[in-house]
């Protein structure tokens, strides 16, 4: 069985939290607990006008990969509901091949 991962693609994150909701519905999660939070990175003016602004969605150790949904064929929560398209789930080692192709990505493995 391969390992599974979620690579985001945080360039075009918007930072509208839907992938956060999604999952604290999915889970039935209190308030205040977390399977994806969303960081805000910035804003920052670093010289020359340039800024560091960016928001990235990251699992949390509550994070189960939506274990239930995928045993129904379906995908994670977060992925189905990323309008912007941001979130891919599936074999960490195809995903390592996807982040080799452009910048501002990162994957996650629990
Ligand atoms: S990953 Fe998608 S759903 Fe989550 S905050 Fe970014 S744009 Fe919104
Ligand atoms: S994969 Fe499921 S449990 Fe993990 S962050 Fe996404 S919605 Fe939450």
Same mark, same amino acid.
């Given at each position: 069985?391969?390992?599974?991962?979620? /690579?985001?693609? *945080?360039?075009w994150?918007?930072?509208?939290h839907? !992938?956060?909701?999604? !999952? @604290?519905? &999915?889970?039935? /999660?209190?308030?205040?607990?977390?399977?994806?939070?969303?960081?805000?990175?910035g804003? #920052? &003016?670093?010289?020359?006008g340039? #800024? @560091? *602004? =960016?928001?990235?969605?990251?699992?949390?150790?509550? !994070?189960?990969?939506?274990?239930? %949904?995928?045993?129904?064929?379906?995908?994670?929560?977060?992925?189905?509901? !990323?309008? =912007?398209?941001?979130?891919?789930?599936?074999?960490?080692?195809?995903?390592? %091949?996807?982040?080799? +192709? +452009? %910048?501002? @990505?990162?994957?996650? %493995?629990?």
């Open positions: 069985m391969a390992d599974y991962g979620i /690579l985001v693609d *945080y360039e994150c918007t930072g509208c839907t !992938c956060e909701v999604a !999952c @604290q519905m &999915e889970h039935k /999660l209190p308030v205040g607990q977390f399977g994806m939070k969303v960081a805000e990175i804003p #920052w &003016e670093y010289g020359d340039k #800024w @560091q *602004y =960016a928001y990235l969605p990251a699992p949390t150790d509550q !994070c189960d990969f939506c274990a239930e %949904r995928l045993s129904a064929g379906k995908q994670p929560t977060c992925v189905h509901h !990323c309008q =912007a398209e941001c979130l891919k789930f599936g074999p960490v080692d195809e995903l390592a %091949r996807e982040l080799g +192709k +452009k %910048r501002k @990505q990162v994957l996650f %493995r629990n």
